[in-house]
């Protein structure tokens, strides 16, 4: 059966290979059904059902895998923990589905040595790209585009351009209303999150990438436009560590330490510090809000530690809580949190040859998820998934990086 599979992958269609389609086919829907208003407006009944259909093929070269059944053991026995609690127990086996859906694919580019990363980056730069022309065409240009405001539920009026860009932030900036870039996103902060990963990518890969500088320039262009202070601090602590990786021996790097990173070191903290401060005095509040949420989420751990309040319980909070890593511990208690958690051990066993690259993803993982609602979305489930397959097969390094 695996060849016939092989055979069918091999064929060509405009000269790309129907495997290569298919997996950025299913890429681009872990992405739309991952923190996008089309998603979440429209599409996401559509893109998690399209999922499980083209995902069955790779979810049954899985389960032909006997190493697979190791992680299906410890889910079924997740499961049964789970049943304890009983709160959302039918909205837990979807989630469960879900994550064994996405680990077949990463588990498929594992075993085919597919760098699903660079795959990633290919659809991410190409939201950087279409979303940087719109936000400059409207936001900055002012070119006359009709819109409608519609509501999105939990997050307030957005400007709806076609269902193909959405504007619903501003920041003041030294007395101008900026918009914030969010592409079609559900919020600038979580188009970031795709962005640093895009960035990560990019910077890390080995293959030869036309244009890699100038993609590299818009991508932090692109995360600047989106005034996210958690974007910002991470895309420059990426810029930065690469910087030195590859200079770090070089005599002008002695010098850039002890000269300028002081100076850089002072404005970086300034700008962080204004555009914070910006967004707590002029409407948003984020910081005051996700203050609460992991106070709050913390507080609601240690009432319930071992199992927790229950999957996707937000009972307590008006509208959800904006930190993906307490929401997991308060809802499933250090049991689940250390099942969902453990996976990041599989990143840490990588080859000493991909520390760099390591760092970057751990560090992206928990800066992102410490400050967005997507620990539970398909794009988190990647991780996880790619933490498990490394885990369970070792296999060596990832092409490309």
Not at 206 to 211: L, P, S
Not at 345 to 365: A, C, M, P, Q, V
Request: aromatic content about 18%; proline content about 1%; overall charge positive.
């Amino acid at each position: 059966m695996n060849y016939k599979i092989e055979f069918i992958w091999s064929i060509k269609i405009m000269g790309m290979r129907v495997k290569n389609i298919y997996l950025y086919i299913i890429f681009f829907l872990f992405i739309m059904s991952s923190g996008t208003v089309t998603g979440y407006k429209i599409g996401g009944t559509f893109f998690q059902y399209s999922i499980i259909i083209l995902a069955s093929i790779t979810l049954f070269m899985a389960i032909l895998d006997k190493k697979f059944y190791i992680f299906l053991s410890i889910i079924i026995v997740w499961i049964m923990i789970e049943s304890l609690v009983g709160i959302n127990f039918n909205s837990f086996i979807q989630f469960i589905i879900k994550f064994i859906i996405v680990l077949s694919v990463i588990w498929y580019c594992n075993r085919s040595n597919i760098n699903f990363f660079a795959i990633l980056e290919k659809i991410i730069r190409v939201f950087m790209i279409y979303g940087l022309i719109a936000y400059l065409l409207i936001n900055i240009i002012h070119i006359n585009i009709n819109f409608q405001y519609i509501d999105v539920l939990g997050y307030g009026i957005y400007k709806n351009y076609s269902y193909l860009y959405y504007s619903s932030q501003t920041i003041n900036w030294y007395g101008l209303l900026v918009p914030r870039n969010q592409c079609i996103f559900i919020e600038p902060g979580a188009y970031q999150i795709f962005l640093n990963l895009g960035l990560i990518v990019i910077v890390s890969l080995k293959n030869k990438i036309m244009y890699r500088k100038f993609f590299i320039i818009l991508y932090i262009i692109s995360i600047i436009s989106t005034f996210s202070t958690t974007g910002i601090i991470l895309g420059l602590i990426i810029c930065f560590i690469k910087f030195y990786s590859i200079y770090k021996n070089e005599k002008i790097v002695k010098i850039f330490k002890i000269a300028i990173i002081p100076i850089l070191i002072v404005i970086c903290v300034y700008l962080i510090q204004y555009v914070g401060m910006q967004k707590i005095q002029f409407g948003e509040s984020s910081y005051t809000s996700r203050t609460s949420d992991l106070q709050t989420g913390f507080y609601l751990f240690l009432q319930k530690p071992i199992l927790g309040w229950g999957y996707m319980n937000y009972d307590m909070f008006e509208s959800g809580n904006s930190n993906g890593l307490i929401t997991v511990l308060y809802q499933l208690g250090i049991i689940g949190f250390f099942i969902y958690m453990i996976p990041l051990l599989g990143i840490l066993l990588r080859s000493k040859k991909e520390l760099i690259f390591r760092i970057f993803i751990l560090l992206f993982f928990i800066l992102s998820n410490s400050n967005e609602p997507m620990i539970y979305s398909n794009f988190v489930l990647i991780f996880l998934s790619y933490g498990v397959v490394e885990l369970l097969l070792n296999k060596q390094k990832i092409d490309g990086l």
